[in-house]
T-cell receptor, first 114, second 114 residues
Framework: GDSVTQKQGQVTLSEDDFLFINCTYSTTTYPTLFWYVQYPGQGPQLLLKVTTANNKGISRGFEATYDKGTTSFHLQKASVQESDSAVYFCALVAASSSFSKLVFGQGTSLSVVP | EAGVTQSPRYAVLQEGQAVSFWCDPISGHDTLYWYQQPRDQGPQLLVYFRDEAVIDNSQLPSDRFSAVRPKGTNSTLKIQSAKQGDTATYLC????????????FGEGSKLTVL
């Protein structure tokens, strides 16, 4: 079945540091890839979407890129702020799915200290 | 526009008790999802509906779990005879029918089974 793996469980950075979170995936079809962000006490919300057509997504200073050759995609931000502290999930929807059946990774908890 | 509404926000049970979680999706969203999110893990799909029809309930953990959406709007997820392993946050999400991957999540119902 489809799966997504995030190996970085926790990341701690200082304000203005560079953020890089990596994710690998496995699927039998060309997927659409996503980054969701979850703040404490809230449900996940969509941050970025990356398709195999455009290979890149940008939103709120975050950038996501996709590498079909290594079946990986990553999230980066040039300069993090304390307000970026949250849990970040990579996720995919298989191309064969008629619905938004998201498969999530385990999540990366980001703490940004002033 | 109102978001996805879930209740109750919190539930604490003894093993063997039953609990029901209720979800009101965004108006006009015909697809509704229930996810289970154990502490420090990513959301895992339990069941999803298109209108009142169950599309896939193969990930419901056991016959102790059931979900309905009788009129294609609100939905109820019920756990009978809860176990400690059911401790998790139960997230409801909705979307329009296309497979865009954009799900709108509620704040979740946090269940603790003692």
């Amino acid at each position: 079945g489809d799966s997504v793996t995030q190996k970085q469980g926790q990341v701690t950075l200082s304000e203005d540091d560079f953020l890089f979170i990596n994710c690998t995936y496995s699927t039998t079809t060309y997927p659409t890839l996503f980054w969701y962000v979850q703040y404490p006490g809230q449900g996940p919300q969509l941050l970025l979407k990356v398709t195999t057509a455009n290979n890149k997504g940008i939103s709120r200073g975050f950038e996501a890129t996709y590498d079909k050759g290594t079946t990986s995609f990553h999230l980066q931000k040039a300069s993090v702020q304390e307000s970026d502290s949250a849990v970040y999930f990579c996720a995919l929807v298989a191309a064969s799915s008629s619905f938004s059946k998201l498969v999530f990774g385990q999540g990366t908890s980001l703490s940004v200290v002033p | 526009e109102a978001g996805v509404t879930q209740s109750p926000r919190y539930a604490v049970l003894q093993e063997g008790q039953a609990v029901s979680f209720w979800c009101d999706p965004i108006s006009g969203h015909d697809t509704l999802y229930w996810y289970q999110q154990p502490r420090d893990q990513g959301p895992q799909l339990l069941v999803y509906f298109r209108d009142e029809a169950v599309i896939d309930n193969s990930q419901l953990p056991s016959d102790r779990f059931s979900a309905v959406r009788p009129k294609g709007t609100n939905s109820t997820l019920k756990i009978q005879s809860a176990k400690q392993g059911d401790t998790a946050t139960y997230l409801c999400a909705s979307s329009f029918q296309t497979n865009t991957g954009q799900l709108y999540f509620g704040e979740g119902s946090k269940l603790t089974v003692l």
